[in-house]
C-alpha cells in the first residue's frame, strides 16, 4: 500500500499559513508529497519554507493562477485537482495550508487505510475536525463549522474537489472547468477514522487574519467587489470574546511547536473593539441553541447540517 500527500498553496508565508507544518505533519507516512505551487507574490517565501523541509518525497508543480475561467473560488478546487492528478498512491492523503495533523494519529491513519484497502465500497475516509480561533488555547464547537470531512480519498480519476475545495465528489465525465455542479456530481462513500485534522486557518495576528480574508473574498468574488467591501472594514480583524469558546487543554502537533512560540498577538484579542450588531457565525443565537442541544442531548451529532459523503459502516 501507497499514500501520496497533496495541497495546493499561493503565498502562504505572506498571508501566515503553516504550510510547512501541513506538510511536515502526514510527510512520515507518506510515499510521496505533490505541491501545486501557485504564482506567488514577489514578497512571498512559500518555495523557500517548502524546501527547508528538506525531503525527497517532496514534487513541486509551479502554476498559474487564472479566476476568470475558475471564479468563484473555483481555483482552489483546480489546483487541489492539479495536485491530485499528480498522485501516485493508492489512497491520496489531502491537507490544506492551514491544516496540520497530530503525530500521535498518524499510525491510527495508516491503520484504517491498509484495513479499507481492498474494500472497494469505500471511496473515501473522514477525519473530524478541530477548529482554533484567535489563538492556540481556544476552538470552536458550534453547529455553525462543520465537524467532519473528507481528507482521503482513493486514487480515482472520477473522485475530484469539489466547489472551492472543501471537499471531493465523483464526478464522471468531469469537464475540469464546472466545479460548482451538482448535477451528474456523487457524494463519496467514506469511512471514519478516529484522528482529527487540527485547522489553524483563523490563527493569525488581526492584520495578517484581515489579508487572509480580503485574498479569500478577492478569489471568490471578483477584485473590485473585495476591493470595496474590505475599504469599509477595519485594518485588523475583531475575533470577538473568546471566553465564549472551548479551551484546548491538549498537546498541538509537534510540528506546531515553534510557531506557537511565535504566538505575540493575545494583547490585540484583549481588545474588545466587536461590534454588538455584527455577530460571528458560531456567536448567533440559533447555532448557540442548536449547539446547546447538540452537545448536551446528542452527544455532539450536528442535527440539521450539510454533510457532503455517504458514510458506510466499516
Not at 17 to 28: D, E, M, N, R, V
Not at 32 to 56: H, M, N, Q, W, Y
Not at 68 to 74: A, D, L
Request: hydrophobic letters at 35%.
Amino acid at each position: 500500500m501507497t499514500i501520496s500527500g497533496f495541497t495546493m498553496v499561493r503565498n502562504a508565508t505572506k498571508l501566515y499559513y503553516p504550510i510547512k507544518q501541513a506538510i511536515a505533519s502526514i510527510l512520515p507516512i507518506c510515499d510521496e508529497f505533490v505541491v501545486a505551487l501557485g504564482d506567488c507574490d514577489p514578497d512571498d517565501r512559500t518555495l523557500e519554507e517548502i524546501k527547508s523541509i528538506g525531503s525527497d518525497k517532496i514534487k513541486i508543480i509551479n502554476t498559474v493562477w487564472d479566476l476568470e475561467k475558475y471564479p468563484r473560488g473555483m481555483e482552489h478546487a483546480h489546483q487541489t485537482d492539479i495536485a491530485k492528478e499528480a498522485c501516485s498512491g493508492d489512497w491520496l492523503f489531502y491537507v490544506q495550508s492551514d491544516e496540520v495533523v497530530h503525530e500521535e494519529d498518524l499510525p491510527k491513519i495508516r491503520q484504517r487505510c491498509e484495513e479499507l484497502l481492498d474494500d472497494q465500497s469505500v471511496e473515501g475516509i473522514l477525519f473530524k475536525y478541530r477548529h482554533f480561533w484567535g489563538d492556540y488555547d481556544h476552538y470552536i464547537t458550534s453547529h455553525a463549522w462543520y465537524a467532519n470531512d473528507i481528507r482521503i480519498i482513493r486514487n480515482d480519476k472520477d473522485i475530484h474537489s469539489w466547489e472551492s475545495a472543501q471537499s471531493f465528489r465523483r464526478i464522471p465525465n468531469f469537464d475540469g472547468v464546472h466545479y460548482r455542479e451538482k448535477k451528474g456530481t456523487f457524494k463519496l462513500k467514506v469511512a471514519r477514522v478516529d484522528a482529527h485534522i487540527y485547522h489553524y486557518g483563523w490563527v493569525r495576528p488581526p492584520r495578517f487574519m484581515q489579508k487572509k480574508r480580503k485574498a479569500f473574498a478577492t478569489i471568490h468574488t471578483g477584485k473590485d467587489s473585495a476591493e470595496a467591501h474590505f475599504q469599509k472594514e477595519q485594518e485588523e480583524f475583531d475575533f470577538g470574546n473568546l471566553d465564549q469558546l472551548s479551551v484546548y487543554r491538549h498537546t498541538h502537533p509537534a510540528v506546531m511547536t515553534e510557531r506557537i512560540r511565535e504566538f505575540n498577538w493575545a494583547d490585540q484579542l484583549e481588545r474588545r473593539r466587536h461590534n454588538p450588531g455584527v455577530k460571528h457565525p458560531h456567536e448567533r443565537l440559533k447555532y448557540r441553541i442548536l449547539t446547546f442541544i447538540e452537545q448536551n442531548f446528542l452527544g455532539g451529532r450536528q442535527i440539521m447540517s450539510f454533510k457532503n459523503y455517504r458514510l458506510v459502516s466499516r
